[in-house]
């Protein structure tokens, strides 16, 4: 019969680091992928698309800013630039500032609500940051 080896002792500090070690390593080969889809997630946002359910697309969320509709509405210039020299509108004009003073007016009010919106907001967190500091050191006075 052959004698079992006595085993090794292993100091508490040798396990932590190991125990280190191997969650450093496990952490760190995923890493690169997580850096990866993060650089993608950037990349995809300042280009004004979204990831959703892997498929790109145009992210229109919140009316945000959008790369591709600002190529697509240059170029959309352009072409209309080169139809209008073209086809030398004159005639059309009344109709042509009409329609753009109605686009015009409709994101005019449109930028108009958005910024009533926000500054009732900030007023409206205001009035009430106001009402609670006054009515806390009233509550405070009658329940005393």
């Excluded at 352009?78 to 059309?92: S, T, W």
């Excluded at 009344?94 to 007023?123: G, P």
Aim: net charge positive.
């Amino acid at each position: 019969m052959s004698k079992a080896k006595p085993k090794k002792k292993v100091s508490l500090k040798s396990r932590i680091e190991k125990i280190a070690d191997e969650k450093t390593e496990e952490i760190m080969a995923g890493l690169p992928v997580k850096i990866e889809k993060i650089i993608e997630k950037a990349i995809l946002s300042l280009l004004g698309l979204s990831n959703s359910y892997n498929e790109n697309s145009i992210d229109h969320c919140n009316g945000r800013w959008n790369l591709f509709e600002d190529v697509l509405k240059a170029e959309a210039v352009k072409d209309c630039a080169k139809i209008v020299k073209e086809v030398k509108l004159k005639h059309n004009f009344d109709e042509f500032q009409a329609a753009f003073r109605s686009e015009y007016m409709k994101h005019f009010r449109y930028c108009m609500n958005y910024e009533a919106e926000r500054k009732a907001k900030k007023l409206c967190e205001k009035y009430i940051d106001e009402e609670i500091k006054r009515l806390i050191p009233q509550k405070l006075e009658i329940d005393g």
